[in-house]
């Protein structure tokens, strides 16, 4: 069974930084692209970011391009995602995703984390 | 960037109805979209996939159909466990990846 659980969210000031992790299980982690989509509170789904399987693609949403960095350890069956300049509508529960494609980037999500909640206030 | 547009925002149904939502695509997106199911306090799941395949364990009362800049999804008999806001996402043009802004199924 695939499991992601994220971790890492919490509450930090307007300009801070924060990094999440999300531990992969129950599937071959570096044969899959992986990503990031948030939702914040009472809204939609948003997408963030996408890695491909060897880590040496990367994809952001224009919003958070230069601030959001995105990276994976396939040693760990680990993702992250490092979050600097932080802003108050980067406040969303962030969702760690699995791509359905194998070997590949598509952008399926067949496999979604429980979600880590970021708080951007002072 | 390909915007998706869902429509209504809310349906009202009664259990054992049907329930019809709809996703438009502001250009084509041929048949690569995909719909997820959000209970709140879950995380979303998914349901369909390229337009109108049945992702593993979704039961046979949930049907996709549409191309290109037209989709429907279809719940043949509402069940209890199906009122969640449902979201339409295209992967055909990318990055961005989008979703629609949701539709709501709520009990009538």
């Known amino acids: 069974e695939v499991q992601l659980l994220e971790s890492g969210g919490g509450l930090v000031q307007p300009g801070g930084s924060l990094t999440l992790s999300c531990a992969a299980s129950g599937f071959t982690f570096s044969n899959y692209a992986m990503g990031w989509v948030r939702q914040a509170p009472g809204k939609g789904l948003e997408w963030v970011s996408t890695?491909?399987?060897?880590?040496?693609?990367?994809y952001y949403t224009d919003s958070v391009k230069g601030r959001f960095t995105i990276s994976r350890d396939n040693s760990k069956n680990t993702l992250y995602l490092q979050m600097n300049s932080l802003r108050g509508d980067d406040t969303a529960v962030y969702y760690c995703?699995?791509?359905?494609?194998?070997?590949?980037?598509?952008?399926?999500?067949?496999?979604w984390g429980r979600g880590t909640l970021v708080t951007v206030a002072s | 960037e390909i915007v998706m547009t869902q429509s209504p925002a809310t349906l009202s149904v009664s259990p054992g109805e049907r329930a019809t939502l709809s996703c438009r695509a502001s250009q084509s997106v041929t048949s690569n979209l995909a719909w997820y199911q959000q209970k709140p306090g879950q995380a979303p799941r998914l349901l369909i996939y390229?337009?109108?395949t049945r992702a593993t364990g979704i039961p046979a009362r949930f049907s996709g159909s549409g191309s290109g800049t037209e989709f429907t999804l279809t719940i043949s008999s509402l069940q209890s466990e199906d009122f969640a806001i449902y979201y339409c996402?295209?992967?055909?043009?990318?990055?961005?990846?989008?979703f629609g802004q949701g539709t709501k199924v709520e009990i009538k």
């Open positions: 890695i491909s399987l060897s880590g040496g693609t990367t």
């Open positions: 390229d337009a109108s």
């Open positions: 995703a699995k791509d359905f494609i194998f070997r590949g980037v598509q952008g399926i999500v067949d496999s």
């Open positions: 996402q295209q992967y055909n043009n990318w990055p961005p990846w989008t």
